[in-house]
């Protein structure tokens, strides 16, 4: 039966986003996988399961609501079931979730005490536990004193969004304010989720939603999963996400965070009706604008230029210290992939005509 629960409430936890690029820092580039009998070994390094495989919400999206069979892991049985699978090595990290079958508080109650125990047992490893939307401060606070990492899903971008496909939870305050209490507890260390495509929203939308978050929560890492329509749920007609606008959103998003550039910026990447189109924004935004002279830009705005990164960036300005670069040979001495890069750069000083390759 342990065994049945375990295959059922870790597939039915498969659509939360926890990449190797969340927990990396905890564990190790290996995929986290669930559970799988099949598997040699049993598992991936991190155990993502839920506590409850039922939930008596309305999310329009979610296969969990429309479970009937009750399939559920006391704190005590799911504690157990980690600590054999971890002492025997087949589990590195815990990735905990739940439906909502009863009281929201009862089950935030049941998944910090899954937590409790294992500390109290001798386990120290990773801990990711998954905020329910309308949960308390004061479980907010316990969860984030027994967890590496605690989150909730922000799900869409606006409280009308939500409303379409979730009418249980209320924006605002189940989610955007349990949400803030979440970065206080883990600041920097706590991330989040939107199902994209599910609500009808533009990218424009999302835009101004993800730059909120980075402004006001600062979470670690957004996921972006792509809406899939799931049989028997009332989205079942409603038009799959295509993979590549997920890719997109995760180029917006290193756009966003590590490279400096602003949200009013990525506008420009948007077409009329507000969406980004199939084509890395990085080089919508360069085709707008002129080549980048590598030898006199600004970092922030070499970082502009597709194929040139943090490290990149940081190279280049390093070695026009020591001479000007001469052309796409250099650029392949710092690490860039000249013939992307080479589109939209052109070399020269201030007392040289500028050369653009690749014209
Ligand atoms: S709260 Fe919504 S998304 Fe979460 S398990 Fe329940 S129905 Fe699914």
Same mark, same amino acid.
């Given at each position: 039966?342990?065994?049945?629960?375990?295959?059922?409430?870790?597939?039915?936890?498969?659509?939360?986003?926890?990449?190797?690029?969340?927990?990396?820092?905890?564990?190790?580039?290996?995929?986290?996988?669930?559970?799988?009998?099949?598997?040699?070994?049993?598992?991936?390094?991190?155990?993502?399961?839920?506590?409850?495989?039922?939930?008596?919400?309305?999310?329009?999206?979610?296969?969990?609501?429309?479970?009937?069979?009750?399939? @559920?892991?006391?704190?005590?049985?799911?504690?157990?079931?980690?600590?054999?699978?971890?002492?025997?090595?087949?589990?590195?990290?815990?990735?905990?979730?739940?439906?909502?079958?009863?009281?929201?508080?009862?089950?935030?109650?049941?998944?910090?005490?899954?937590?409790?125990?294992?500390?109290?047992?001798?386990?120290?490893?990773?801990?990711?536990?998954?905020?329910?939307?309308?949960?308390?401060?004061?479980?907010?606070?316990?969860?984030?004193?027994?967890?590496?990492?605690?989150?909730?899903?922000?799900?869409?971008?606006?409280?009308?969004?939500?409303?379409?496909?979730?009418?249980?939870?209320?924006?605002?305050?189940?989610?955007?304010?349990?949400?803030?209490?979440?970065?206080?507890?883990?600041?920097?260390?706590?991330?989040?989720?939107?199902?994209?495509?599910?609500?009808?929203?533009?990218?424009?939308?999302?835009?101004?939603?993800?730059?909120?978050?980075?402004?006001?929560?600062?979470?670690?890492?957004?996921?972006?999963?792509?809406?899939?329509?799931?049989?028997?749920?009332?989205?079942?007609?409603?038009?799959?996400?295509?993979?590549?606008?997920?890719?997109?959103?995760?180029?917006?998003?290193?756009?966003?965070?590590?490279?400096?550039? @602003?949200?009013?910026?990525?506008?420009?990447?948007?077409?009329?009706?507000?969406?980004?189109?199939?084509?890395?924004?990085?080089?919508?935004?360069?085709?707008?604008?002129?080549?980048?002279?590598?030898?006199?830009?600004?970092?922030?705005?070499?970082?502009?230029?597709?194929?040139?990164?943090?490290?990149?960036?940081?190279?280049?300005?390093?070695?026009?210290?020591?001479?000007?670069?001469?052309?796409?040979?250099?650029?392949?001495?710092?690490?860039?992939?000249?013939?992307?890069?080479?589109?939209?750069?052109?070399?020269?000083?201030?007392?040289?005509?500028?050369?653009?390759?690749?014209?």
């Amino acid at each position: 039966m342990q065994e049945r629960k375990l295959t059922h409430l870790t597939a039915a936890g498969r659509f939360d986003i926890c990449s190797p690029g969340e927990c990396i820092r905890f564990l190790s580039a290996a995929p986290c996988i669930t559970y799988n009998p099949r598997v040699a070994g049993g598992c991936g390094r991190m155990l993502k399961v839920l506590l409850h495989g039922t939930c008596s919400y309305d999310c329009a999206y979610c296969s969990i609501r429309l479970q009937r069979e009750r399939m @559920s892991f006391s704190p005590e049985e799911l504690a157990g079931t980690f600590l054999n699978l971890w002492r025997e090595g087949l589990v590195g990290g815990l990735f905990l979730s739940s439906g909502i079958p009863k009281d929201v508080d009862l089950v935030m109650h049941d998944i910090i005490e899954t937590g409790e125990i294992l500390r109290r047992r001798g386990y120290d490893g990773y801990m990711h536990l998954k905020i329910l939307p309308g949960a308390t401060r004061a479980d907010i606070h316990d969860a984030a004193r027994v967890a590496n990492r605690i989150s909730i899903n922000i799900e869409t971008t606006s409280s009308d969004h939500l409303g379409s496909i979730a009418g249980v939870k209320d924006y605002r305050q189940d989610i955007l304010k349990r949400q803030a209490w979440v970065a206080e507890e883990k600041p920097g260390n706590h991330i989040t989720q939107v199902v994209v495509g599910a609500a009808g929203e533009t990218d424009a939308d999302l835009l101004t939603c993800v730059a909120d978050q980075y402004r006001r929560v600062r979470p670690f890492r957004i996921h972006f999963a792509a809406f899939r329509a799931l049989p028997g749920t009332p989205l079942e007609s409603h038009p799959d996400t295509p993979s590549w606008r997920r890719r997109r959103w995760y180029q917006a998003d290193y756009l966003l965070r590590d490279y400096g550039i @602003s949200a009013d910026e990525l506008q420009a990447a948007l077409d009329e009706e507000g969406f980004f189109g199939n084509r890395d924004p990085k080089e919508v935004l360069a085709a707008s604008t002129g080549p980048v002279n590598v030898n006199l830009a600004s970092r922030h705005d070499l970082l502009r230029v597709p194929g040139i990164g943090p490290k990149g960036a940081d190279r280049i300005l390093a070695m026009r210290r020591e001479r000007p670069l001469a052309g796409i040979g250099d650029l392949r001495r710092a690490g860039i992939r000249g013939k992307t890069a080479g589109q939209h750069v052109a070399f020269g000083g201030p007392d040289t005509v500028q050369t653009r390759l690749f014209p």
